[in-house]
Nanobody
């Protein structure tokens, strides 16, 4: 069974930075093959979940979410881990951030941007 665990959320001041981490386990491919696609999404209260960024195992990136230019996705395929580097955070970035690994969701990690 695939499990996805996010970490790294917290309270940060406007203009600050934060890096989220996501680790997947139980993938059905065997130790030598990493997840096909790992992506980041977020959901603010009362809002639908929205796409932020995704990256394939081959290194192709899609960062065309609402935080384009401020958020960067990266991966460590050997560890089945994905990261979201978030810079110049604004209060509107406050949300629960989710990692999706080959269609399996994590439980989310809260990010709050406030002074």
């Amino acid at each position: 069974q695939v499990q996805v665990v996010e970490s790294g959320g917290g309270l940060v001041q406007p203009g600050g930075s934060l890096t989220l981490s996501c680790v997947a386990s139980g993938l059905p491919y065997g130790a030598a093959v990493s997840a096909a696609v790992m992506g980041w999404y977020r959901q603010a209260p009362g809002q639908p979940r929205e796409f932020l960024a995704a990256m394939s195992r081959d290194g192709d990136r899609n960062e065309d979410g609402p935080a384009k230019g401020r958020f960067t996705i990266s991966r460590d395929n050997a560890k089945n881990a994905a990261f979201l580097q978030m810079n110049n955070l604004i209060p509107e970035d406050t949300a629960v951030y989710y990692c999706n690994v080959d269609s399996t969701w994590g439980q989310g990690t809260q990010v709050t941007v406030s002074s």
